[in-house]
């Protein structure tokens, strides 16, 4: 009885919150580039967004632009020929370029802090679908192909040392890499289907992730966990493999509905779903093992991209025809106890204390659990705008924390 008692006064301030939040706050997204051109293809890392970029179509090509913070967009690259498919990492953003035209597609960087813009890979053929973590950059290369056979394999290049070399130099049909730290994953075609494949540069082995009979495409890693769409249940769900347990999970797997593009940062999944009939950007946390659908209308809203530096903090990116037109959009996570006493207090441990070994337990504080990841987001924001509101949530959340001290230990 007094587990539930306490279950339903968290229930009660979560709905007060709801109340106040609505009360005294604006959207929690950021409409990043909403130029009447199309804008597609995000990358997010802290603070920074990139994208392609359609304004200059009809003279330059595609471009790469960028905006960081609350600056306006400006542009990375804007070289005739079209570049495609940023990523970033810190201050260091990759493309692949066209800019050679009839040599193909090529590996471009450009430094944020030196302002410098660095050719990564010219070779003949293609290079394209680069990744980038740290110095390390990686990418999907044809110059082994002929006339007759297209032949893809990975290819690294690392900043620190200036040396380039295949990754995997036996296996063909490699495609559509990712690196984080030391492991680089991809879709490999040596079965005759997509698989998903790890290699891991400080040990030098390399690890068959998924070899299921049907096609694992799109991988992505982050620290030791790997995620991908999966068409194993006859369309695609979107699983994740723990590199340190060793254990495969499917993350979403809805029947009758496509869950793909996904994208993972530290504690946070996010991918466009179609169960609603058309596309919206959901969310998974898996400390949580929590779906958080994150943000949805008519329009329709693709290739989101995600940034976490801790498990209470996100930055989610995504494209939006809401306007009529492909635009980039952005929200932002923070943890409302977090915003009050700091990532680290000990407020915030015992908060998550309690939600681990008690709301979890009944399907009443389940549902409290997901009432307050929907609406932290927006208390947070008005948190950030209105310094009473923020009193008034801390004077709430400290009435909790010594009603729930004892019932967590």
């Given at each position: 009885?007094?587990?539930?008692?306490?279950?339903?006064?968290?229930?009660?301030?979560?709905?007060?919150?709801?109340?106040?939040?609505?009360?005294?706050?604006?959207?929690?997204?950021?409409?990043?580039?909403?130029?009447?051109?199309?804008?597609?293809?995000?990358?997010?890392?802290?603070?920074?967004?990139?994208?392609?970029?359609?304004?200059?179509?009809?003279?330059?090509?595609?471009?790469?632009?960028?905006?960081?913070?609350?600056a306006e967009s400006r542009p990375i690259c804007s070289e005739v020929g079209d570049q495609w498919f940023p990523a970033i990492s810190g201050d260091k953003i990759v493309w692949q370029d066209m800019r050679h035209g009839e040599n193909g597609w090529d590996i471009y960087m450009y430094d944020l802090g030196t302002g410098q813009e660095t050719p990564i890979c010219t070779e003949d053929w293609d290079q394209v679908n680069p990744a980038i973590s740290g110095d390390r950059i990686v990418w999907e290369d044809y110059?082994?192909?002929?006339?007759?056979?297209?032949?893809?394999?990975?290819?690294?290049?690392?900043?620190?040392?200036?040396?380039?070399?295949?990754?995997?130099?036996?296996?063909?049909?490699?495609?559509?890499?990712?690196?984080?730290?030391?492991?680089?994953?991809?879709?490999?075609?040596?079965?005759?289907?997509?698989?998903?494949?790890?290699?891991?540069?400080?040990?030098?082995?390399?690890?068959?992730?998924?070899?299921?009979?049907?096609?694992?495409?799109?991988?992505?890693?982050?620290?030791?966990?790997?995620?991908?769409?999966?068409?194993?249940?006859?369309?695609?769900?979107i699983y994740m493999y723990d590199i340190t347990t060793g254990k495969e999970s499917p993350i979403c797997a809805l029947r009758g509905s496509p869950q793909e593009h996904p994208a993972i940062s530290g504690d946070w999944i996010s991918w466009q779903d179609n169960r609603n009939g058309n596309w919206d950007i959901y969310l998974y946390q898996i400390s949580n093992m929590e779906e958080i659908p994150s943000y949805a209308n008519l329009a329709g809203q693709i290739s989101p991209a995600v940034y976490s530096s801790a498990p209470s903090e996100l930055n989610l990116v995504w494209v939006d025809y809401q306007n009529g037109n492909a635009d980039i959009y952005k929200c932002g996570y923070e943890c409302s106890g977090v915003q009050i006493y700091g990532e680290n207090s000990e407020q915030v441990a015992l908060l998550r204390k309690f939600r681990d070994k008690v709301l979890r337990t009944t399907p009443e504080g389940q549902e409290i659990i997901k009432l307050y990841y929907q609406w932290s987001p927006t208390v947070v924001k008005a948190m950030e705008e209105d310094e009473d509101f923020k009193a008034q949530v801390k004077e709430m959340i400290d009435g909790v924390l010594m009603l729930i001290e004892e019932e967590a230990e």
């Open positions: 009885m007094k587990k539930l008692s306490l279950i339903l006064i968290i229930g009660m301030v979560v709905i007060l919150l709801r109340g106040l939040s609505l009360a005294s706050m604006c959207q929690w997204y950021d409409l990043i580039c909403t130029e009447s051109h199309n804008q597609e293809y995000p990358a997010v890392s802290e603070e920074k967004v990139v994208w392609v970029d359609y304004r200059n179509y009809g003279y330059s090509g595609s471009d790469i632009y960028m905006v960081a913070g609350g110059r082994d192909s002929t006339i007759s056979r297209g032949i893809s394999r990975i290819y690294m290049y690392d900043l620190a040392t200036g040396r380039e070399a295949p990754v995997h130099p036996v296996s063909d049909g490699q495609t559509g890499p990712d690196i984080s730290g030391n492991r680089i994953v991809w879709m490999d075609f040596r079965n005759s289907n997509y698989d998903i494949y790890m290699y891991d540069l400080a040990t030098g082995q390399e690890t068959p992730i998924c070899t299921d009979s049907q096609f694992q495409e799109v991988p992505k890693i982050s620290g030791d966990k790997i995620v991908w769409e999966d068409n194993r249940n006859g369309d695609w769900d």
